[in-house]
T-cell receptor, first 113, second 112 residues
Framework: NAGVTQTPKFQVLKTGQSMTLQCAQD?????MYWYRQDPGMGLRLIYY???????DKGEVPNGYNVSRLNKREFSLRLESAAPSQTSVYFC????????????FGSGTQLSVL | QKEVEQDPGPLSVPEGAIVSLNCTYS??????FMWYRQYSRKGPELLMY????GNKEDGRFTAQVDKSSKYISLFIRDSQPSDSATYLC????????????FGGGTRLMVKP
């Protein structure tokens, strides 16, 4: 039982490059989330998907787009990476939108030069 | 001022010590309180969950909420080197997963 799986684990980009972070969960959860974690800032919500077919902005959505591909998969895209997007990105899932118990993946460490 | 404050540490204790980790918050509407443990280069994992005020115990871990003081604590008894991690508090005013507010985390080191 893998839980929440994120790929890649590490990535280095140059300013202006694009990339997609992949996330998949095998817990049959309805809701999925993308967070970023920066030193001293705590986890901040970028986007979330309450259920398959819906996505909504979180606290820090600028510069990102998401796709809820199906119930299992939720991807995060950086169209034109900026140094300010250097961070550790976590995908998470929960049983539903009214369930605050989140299960996290292992993260993607992204550096934008 | 951040909505949720946590001392970043690091907090270094000897094995077997009682550890107290704390968070203060400013939003009196918060009702659901959680503690996550995060090992280095891993994602956070839910450790403790409490609703409203009071205590909750799970093995060596006790979570305490004092809503009147806007203060929550996590106590670890008989601390072990395997408890060395960053501990994040999180809270929300309702039970929506997209409304969590996280603290910045406290790094704990338990030395053998």
């Amino acid at each position: 039982n893998a839980g929440v799986t994120q790929t890649p684990k590490f990535q280095v980009l140059k300013t202006g490059q694009s990339m997609t972070l992949q996330c998949a969960q095998d817990m049959n959860h309805n809701s999925m989330y993308w967070y970023r974690q920066d030193p001293g800032m705590g986890l901040r919500l970028i986007y979330y998907s309450a259920s398959e077919g819906t996505t909504d902005k979180g606290e820090v959505p600028n510069g990102y787009n998401v796709s809820r591909l199906n119930k299992r998969e939720f991807s995060l895209r950086l169209e034109s990476a900026a140094p300010s997007q250097t961070s550790v990105y976590f995908c998470a899932s929960s049983r539903g939108p009214t369930n605050e118990k989140l299960f996290f993946g292992s993260g993607t460490q992204l550096s934008v030069l | 001022q951040k909505e949720v404050e946590q001392d970043p540490g690091p907090l270094s204790v000897p094995e077997g010590a009682i550890v107290s980790l704390n968070c203060t918050y400013s939003n009196s509407a918060f009702q659901y309180f959680m503690w996550y443990r995060q090992y280095s280069r891993k994602g956070p994992e839910l450790l403790m969950y409490t609703y409203s005020s009071g205590n909750k115990e799970d093995g060596r871990f006790t979570a305490q909420v004092d809503k009147s003081s806007k203060y929550i604590s996590l106590f670890i008894r008989d601390s072990q080197p395997s408890d060395s991690a960053t501990y994040l508090c999180a809270m929300t005013r309702n039970n929506a997963g997209n409304m969590l507010t996280f603290g910045g985390g406290t790094r704990l080191m338990v030395k053998p």
